[in-house]
Every structure is written in structure tokens, then in C-alpha cells.
């Protein structure tokens, strides 16, 4: 399925489902802040609000999700989230259930990072 054309993901996606399929440009959303909807070029994986008073600090990946999934419930626009609404996120990792070729790709992987201070992905 990786080898499909992205139409016919889409299609078979729709068939299966029964949904229609909406394209969501990802444009700023993991430089706009899901409060404030203040943007900030982010350097790096973290993302941290430009204002002071909100104090967001949270992945780069975690920001561009919420505010990809406000704008589809939203028809494309961005709406800020409530200020008290919790956002949590869970990263996984290879786990026991994985195929020995992905565990052993995912500890090279970490090997070869860690021998290169800073460097997070080769």
C-alpha cells in the first residue's frame, strides 16, 4: 500500500471508511501557537510561544497536530483551542511486538546518533 499512488490511497480510503477524503494544507501549522495562534519560527524539535503569558512549551510535531486537526474540524481555518485544554502526547517506540529487523534498524539507529553529539537523525 506504501507503493500507491496518493490517489489511490485516497480512493481506497474513502471506499473503505465511507468518508470523504479533505486535503488540510499543513502551511505554519507547527510554527502557530494553538492558543494564541501567535507565529514563531521554531529552531529545533521544541516549540515554545513567543508570548510570555502562555508559556506553551511542547513538541514541534505535537503543535502542527493540534492545529492540523483544528483546522479540519474548522473548515480550514485556524481557531485558537481553549487555554485550559490539556494536550498530551504519546510517542512510541519500538516495542517487544516489533519485527527483529525493526528492532535491530531502531538500536543501530540509536547507536550511531549518540556517537554524534547533536546530530538527531542521520
Request: contains cysteine; charged residues 25%.
Amino acid at each position: 500500500m506504501s507503493q500507491w499512488e496518493r490517489g489511490t490511497r485516497e480512493r481506497q480510503l474513502a471506499y473503505e471508511t465511507g468518508l470523504p477524503i479533505q486535503h488540510i494544507s499543513e502551511a505554519n501549522s507547527s510554527q502557530t501557537c494553538p492558543f494564541r495562534l501567535q507565529r514563531r519560527k521554531v529552531r529545533g524539535r521544541r516549540y515554545i510561544c513567543a508570548n510570555k503569558d502562555c508559556a506553551l512549551v511542547l513538541h514541534r510535531d505535537a503543535v502542527g497536530v493540534v492545529n492540523i486537526h483544528t483546522l479540519a474540524v474548522n473548515d480550514g481555518t485556524f481557531v485558537p483551542v481553549p487555554p485550559g485544554t490539556e494536550i498530551r502526547v504519546k510517542c512510541l517506540r519500538a516495542q517487544p511486538g516489533c519485527s527483529p529487523g525493526q528492532r535491530e534498524r531502531h538500536g543501530l539507529h540509536q547507536r550511531s546518533s549518540a556517537r554524534q553529539p547533536g546530530h538527531l537523525y542521520r
